[in-house]
T-cell receptor, first 114, second 115 residues
Framework: QQQVKQSPQSLIVQKGGISIINCAYE??????FPWYQQFPGKGPALLIA?????SEKKEGRFTISFNKSAKQFSLHIMDSQPGDSATYFC?????????????FGTGTRLQVTL | KAGVTQTPRYLIKTRGQQVTLSCSPI?????VSWYQQTPGQGLQFLFE???????NKGNFPGRFSGRQFSNSRSEMNVSTLELGDSALYLC??????????????FGAGSRLTVL
């Protein structure tokens, strides 16, 4: 079964620091690669997404870097804040026989300390 | 614009019972996907429906089933519940016909506890 490998499982960063989460994928369809943020008791919410023909996308403090040849992409959170403490999921549109389906990484629990 | 609505939000069942969960997608979204979320397994894909047809299916036993209605609303059913079925069940909708349509919008989930 095709997977999306996400690391690290957990991450502790000081306030103001940079949080980096990495993902690797297998064969995918040509569609967006999204990142989701999930707070306890809530469903995942779309944070930022990147097209596979773009190498980087930045939205505020959040940046996705995409390396198509290496089949890897990462999320950088600049100037991390306590409010960023959440679980982050990457996702890739993996190919299936009938269509593509969004397959998620196992998640990274981020804790931003004061 | 209303988001994805899931009902019920919380429910408790006993082993052997069955459960039906409901999902109303964002207006205009024709694709509905279901995921099971557990602490150890993350988000596991259950199935996806588009225009009342199951388009994709994950690796779950036949006890897990779903359907989609003509108004795009979807239900999933789990029969003969097992303790291991305790999880957060998430529904997500998407446009499903344009680039970027795989970007899903999730509901808050239905928290199922099996005793």
């Amino acid at each position: 079964q095709q997977q999306v490998k996400q690391s690290p499982q957990s991450l502790i960063v000081q306030k103001g620091g940079i949080s980096i989460i990495n993902c690797a994928y297998e064969n995918t369809a040509f569609d967006y690669f999204p990142w989701y943020q999930q707070f306890p008791g809530k469903g995942p919410a779309l944070l930022i997404a990147i097209r596979p023909d773009v190498s980087e996308k930045k939205e505020g403090r959040f940046t996705i870097s995409f390396n198509k040849s290496a089949k890897q992409f990462s999320l950088h959170i600049m100037d991390s804040q306590p409010g960023d403490s959440a679980t982050y999921f990457c996702a890739a549109p993996l190919l299936t026989v009938t269509a593509s389906k969004l397959t998620f990484g196992t998640g990274t629990r981020l804790q931003v300390t004061l | 614009k209303a988001g994805v609505t899931q009902t019920p939000r919380y429910l408790i069942k006993t082993r052997g019972q069955q459960v039906t969960l409901s999902c109303s997608p964002i207006s205009g979204h024709r694709s509905v996907s279901w995921y099971q979320q557990t602490p150890g397994q993350g988000l596991q894909f259950l199935f996806e429906y588009f225009s009342e047809t199951q388009r994709n299916k994950g690796n779950f036993p036949g006890r897990f089933s779903g359907r989609q209605f003509s108004n795009s609303r979807s239900e999933m059913n789990v029969s003969t519940l097992e303790l291991g079925d305790s999880a957060l069940y998430l529904c997500a909708s998407s446009l499903a016909w344009a680039r970027g349509a795989n970007v899903l919008t999730f509901g808050a989930g239905s928290r199922l506890t099996v005793l």
